[in-house]
C-alpha cells in the first residue's frame, strides 16, 4: 500500500522514466485518430500512438517504442471494449488475431466501417487545417469539408491497380508488415484489382529478387516488373473517361493507383478552375504534371489555344507528356525540377498575374521555395492536388503570407481501407 502524504493523500506512484515502460502491457483507452493511420491514447500524462484500434474503444496494448518529447508507441494486442465502427478486416493478413509483427501493411483503415473510415479522414484533414494551415474554425467550417467516396466496392476492396510488393531471403513474395522491413507472406490481396491480385500471386518464390512492382493498366493484361529483373511492356497506356482520352507512360511510371481516380481528379480540377473564365494566353502551369493528365484536364476545360506549360522532373514522363498533349498545340512539356524551372522562368508579370497554377506535388509537398516562387508570381488562381493533408496545410500557410487563401476544397476516398486522402484545394488573392 502506498505511503500516506503529510495531508493524508495517498501518495502517486512515480511517472515510469524514459525507456522504464518498453515491453509493458497497459489497459488504454483511445482517444482520438491521428494523421499517420494511428490513434492517440494516454498514459501517465505521456501521449500513445497505437494502431489497429478506433476512439473511444478500450484496448490491452504493448509499448514497443519510446520516442522524444514524452511520446510512446504501441501495439494493439486485444480489444477489451470495441467500437460500433469495428468490422471484421478486409485482409486477413493484417487482422487484429495476427502476432503484430506478422500484420500486413498497407491496409490500417481495414477493421473500421468505409463510412467511419471517411469520417475519421475529414477529422485529420480538419486537424491539419487548424493546427498547421492556421486557420480559424469559421474558415473551416466555410468549406463544408466532406470526404467523398468514388466509384468502385462499397467496402473499398478492388481498388488498387498498382503494388510495391517484396521479396524475403527465401523468395517469398508479401507487403512489409508495418513499420518494418519484415516481409509478410500472403495468398490474397484484396486491396487489388482481381487482374493485378493474380498477377502477383503466379509470380511464386523468386530467390534474389528484392521487390516487385505490379501494375494492371486500363488498358492489356497486368504484369510484374521485378528489382532486379525486369519484365513488363515497354510502355503502357491508360485510358481516363469514356471520351476516349488516352495516357501512355512507363510501365512503372506514375499513375494513380484508384481505377477512378484519373476521372475524378480531371472533373475536381475542372471544377476547381470553373470560377471564372481561364484566359488562354496567360502563362498557365501544371507542376510535378508527370504525363500530362492534369495539363489535359485544364486544356480540356479552357479548349485547345490554352497556352500551358507542364513541369515534371522525369525526364521519360515528360517526354510523354509532350505526347500526351500533342491534340493541344499549345501545351507544351518541360523537363526540370519544378525549383529550377520557376527560379528561371523568364515571363511577363501580366501574364503571370492573369494565369493559373495548378501543382501536383509529391506527398512531402511543395515547400517553402516553390510555395514563394509560385505567389510571387502572382497568379489569379492555384489549384493544389494533395495526397497528404498535412503537407496541404503547411504550404497552405505559407501561400497565406501572400494574401492567398483556401476557397474551396474538395477530398476524396481514393485510397479505402488506408488512412490516405486526396483532396483538392482551390486558393484565390
Not at 501518495?11 to 491521428?34: F, H, K, N, Q, S
Not at 471494449?81 to 468490422?87: I, L, M, N
Not at 511543395?366 to 502572382?378: K, P, S, Y
Request: charged share 25%; glycine share 10%; proline share 7%.
Amino acid at each position: 500500500m502506498a505511503a500516506a502524504a503529510v495531508d493524508g493523500s495517498a501518495m502517486r506512484e512515480p511517472a515510469a522514466g524514459r525507456g522504464e515502460l518498453l515491453g509493458r502491457e497497459l489497459e488504454l483507452t483511445v482517444d482520438r485518430v491521428a494523421h499517420g493511420g494511428v490513434f492517440v491514447a494516454h498514459h501517465e500524462g505521456r501521449v500513445v500512438f497505437v494502431p489497429d484500434t478506433l476512439p473511444g474503444e478500450r484496448i490491452l496494448a504493448r509499448i514497443t517504442e519510446d520516442l522524444h518529447a514524452g511520446y510512446l508507441r504501441a501495439d494493439t494486442l486485444a480489444v477489451l471494449e470495441s467500437s460500433p465502427d469495428r468490422q471484421e478486416h478486409v485482409w486477413v493478413a493484417a487482422a487484429l488475431d495476427r502476432p503484430p509483427a506478422e500484420r500486413a501493411g498497407g491496409a490500417e483503415f481495414g477493421h473500421i466501417a468505409p463510412a467511419a473510415q471517411r469520417a475519421l479522414k475529414r477529422q485529420v484533414l480538419i486537424d491539419a487545417l487548424t493546427r498547421t494551415g492556421r486557420l480559424a474554425p469559421a474558415e473551416v467550417d466555410a468549406l463544408a469539408i466532406d470526404v467523398r467516396p468514388v466509384p468502385g466496392e462499397p467496402d473499398g476492396t478492388r481498388s488498387r491497380t498498382r503494388l510495391k510488393l517484396h521479396v524475403d531471403e527465401q523468395g517469398r513474395v508479401g507487403p512489409y508488415a508495418a513499420r518494418s522491413r519484415h516481409v509478410v507472406p500472403v495468398d490474397d490481396l484484396p486491396l487489388a484489382t482481381i487482374g493485378l491480385e493474380r498477377a502477383a500471386l503466379a509470380a511464386g518464390r523468386l530467390p534474389g529478387v528484392r521487390s516487385l512492382d505490379v501494375v494492371a493498366p486500363s488498358t492489356g493484361a497486368a504484369f510484374v516488373v521485378a528489382h532486379p529483373g525486369g519484365g513488363g511492356p515497354a510502355t503502357i497506356t491508360e485510358h481516363v473517361d469514356e471520351r476516349g482520352h488516352e495516357f501512355r507512360l512507363e510501365p512503372t511510371g506514375f499513375w494513380q493507383v484508384h481505377p477512378s481516380a484519373p476521372a475524378v481528379l480531371t472533373a475536381a480540377v475542372q471544377q476547381a478552375l470553373s470560377s471564372g473564365p481561364l484566359d488562354p494566353s496567360a502563362a498557365n502551369l501544371d507542376l510535378y504534371g508527370g504525363v500530362g493528365l492534369l495539363a489535359a484536364a485544364v486544356a480540356g476545360l479552357a479548349g485547345p489555344s490554352l497556352t500551358i506549360t507542364t513541369v515534371e522532373g522525369d525526364r521519360r514522363a515528360s517526354e510523354h507528356a509532350g505526347q500526351n498533349l500533342a491534340r493541344y498545340p499549345a501545351a507544351h512539356a518541360r523537363a526540370d525540377r519544378v525549383e529550377s524551372f520557376l527560379r528561371h522562368e523568364q515571363v511577363r508579370p501580366d501574364s503571370a498575374h492573369r494565369s493559373a497554377v495548378v501543382l501536383d506535388p509529391p506527398r512531402s509537398g511543395a515547400g517553402t521555395e516553390v510555395v514563394d516562387a509560385i505567389a510571387r508570381r502572382g497568379p489569379d488562381r492555384i489549384v493544389y492536388v494533395a495526397c497528404d493533408p498535412v503537407a496541404l496545410a503547411r504550404d497552405a500557410a505559407r501561400f497565406a503570407r501572400y494574401g492567398y487563401r483556401i476557397g474551396t476544397l474538395a477530398a476524396f476516398d481514393l485510397f479505402p481501407n488506408t488512412h490516405h486522402i486526396e483532396a483538392v484545394a482551390t486558393l484565390h488573392r
